[in-house]
């Protein structure tokens, strides 16, 4: 009886095979930026810069579309060095914010109560599904009251959809 | 492979309208949406901004009345209640609601703020085809078969049918005058024909023939009495037999049994006992 028992093993072993099979997946994200509107820096004065309206400026819009709630965090900052610009030999000083502008649910109108800032950022919790709108503010005052030179200036706004 | 096209294919237009709240928080639809047959909404995109205390309750009530029934064919709500103020934008993807069932349309606030800069702009497609007859491109379109524009003219004033009726009055009128003539005439006639006939003085009137045959009828005695007594009598038998007695026809006897029951069966047969009355006889 022994004997067949290890037939039928070494049959086993000599017929065994191994197979791998795969599994594909692809995530999107659930939190699409639109940037809706680009900004522009009015120059009221010789050392400023400004999204001001009042001042000639416009001021960015970015959109936030968030397909699922309490998923993502909003991180918007406001420019703090010029991405392209003539060359300055003095101190720009920034200023900006950012703010809920509109909303697509009356909760969101909740964001900017609970926003936090630090440094140039600021951070919502995108807590309710649906689309935001925020618009960013910023002011570029260069030295003290120093005129700033002839050319074109850019900066960027930063927006990031963080995953929690 | 055979490529095809028509000029009377018909597309779906879309469209959007105008801000339906740029007058203020309430409008009417028939205003807003475009008048084609056919029309459907299919979606809506609102926008406002409310000043509010963030403390306060307060909802805001974006809505359309419905035109065929009670109650909103369209209606949402945004609770900022113990929120602050902001501007909202939502849009709406809509099944295909025929626009005529599109009542008047309203911001209504409940609560305390108040809302500013209101947008509300309907989008809506229709077939510029749904009545096939409104384009000669149309499919199903059918030309229109020119009816001739007879002016209408009274025949009783077109002057041929006036001088004929004219003319045929005149005509009956003579025919008229011409028969009443001709009664009078022989009235007369007939008047002085009694007269003449009733008058004894005029025997040569009548040939003598006549006469005596009128002489003899006046001379019959008419009876002057419907009750005068017939003379009677009595009529006697004049035929006599001979041989003293008359026998039975035996012939006739069983002729006249026979058609005696040939009767009873026909009886019989009218009230559905033939069968049983013949078996029984």
Redesign the interface.
């Known amino acids: 009886m022994l004997k067949p028992v290890i037939v039928l093993a070494g049959s086993l072993i000599a017929t065994g095979a191994a197979a791998q099979t795969e599994i594909v997946g692809t995530v999107d994200s659930k939190c699409i930026i639109i940037s809706e509107t680009s900004g522009v820096y009015g120059n009221p004065s010789p050392n400023l810069l400004t999204t001001d309206p009042t001042n000639g400026g416009v001021k960015p819009i970015i959109r936030y579309d968030v397909i699922s709630a309490d998923y993502y965090k909003a991180k918007i900052s406001y420019p703090i060095t010029f991405s392209s610009a003539p060359s300055l030999d003095d101190v720009v000083n920034w200023e900006g914010g950012v703010t809920?502008?509109?909303?697509?649910?009356?909760?969101?109108?909740?964001y900017?109560?609970n926003k936090i800032t630090y440094n140039n950022a600021t951070e919502y919790d995108l807590t309710i599904a649906g689309?935001t709108?925020f618009t960013v503010a910023s002011e570029a005052d260069y030295g003290y009251a120093k005129s700033l030179p002839a050319g074109s200036y850019n900066a960027v706004v930063e927006a990031e959809c963080i995953p929690l | 492979m055979l490529a095809y096209s028509s000029s009377s294919y018909s597309e779906e237009v879309f469209g959007s309208t105008q801000n339906a709240a740029s007058p203020g928080l309430t409008w009417v639809m028939t205003n807003i949406l475009p008048q084609f047959a056919g029309l459907e909404v299919n979606g809506l995109v609102y926008?406002y901004t409310?000043v509010k205390d963030?403390d306060s309750d307060m909802i805001?009530y974006v809505q359309n009345e419905n035109a065929q029934s009670d109650g909103y064919i369209f209606r949402n709500a945004?609770?900022?209640s113990g929120?602050?103020?902001?501007?909202?934008?939502?849009?709406f993807a809509l099944p295909n609601t025929l626009g005529e069932m599109w009542g008047n349309g309203s911001i209504e606030i409940a609560g305390e703020g108040s809302v500013i800069d209101p947008s509300v702009i309907y989008t809506y497609k229709y077939d510029p085809c749904f009545d096939p007859q409104s384009d000669p491109s149309c499919p199903g379109y059918e030309e229109i078969v020119e009816v001739p524009e007879i002016p209408f003219s009274d025949p009783l004033e077109d002057q041929l049918v006036l001088d004929e009726l004219n003319r045929q009055a005149k005509i009956d009128q003579e025919a008229e005058e011409e028969d009443r003539r001709r009664r009078q005439k022989e009235s007369k006639i007939k008047d002085a024909l009694e007269n003449l006939l009733g008058d004894g003085s005029n025997p040569e009137l009548i040939s003598a023939d006549a006469e005596r045959m009128a002489m003899a009828l006046f001379s019959i005695n008419l009876p002057v009495d419907y009750y005068n007594p017939l003379e009677g009598g009595e009529y006697v038998e004049t035929v006599i037999l001979d041989g003293g007695t008359i026998q039975d026809n035996k012939k006739a006897r069983r002729a006249n049994f026979a058609q005696q029951v040939l009767h009873q069966e026909m009886v019989d047969s009218q009230y559905g006992s033939g069968a049983s009355a013949q078996q029984e006889k």
Do not use: A, H, R
Not at chain 2, 83 to 91: A, E, V, Y
């Open positions: 809920v502008s509109e909303v697509s649910d009356s909760l969101m109108s909740d900017d109560t689309s709108w | 926008q409310t963030p805001v945004d609770d900022w929120l602050p103020g902001n501007t909202i934008n939502k849009s």
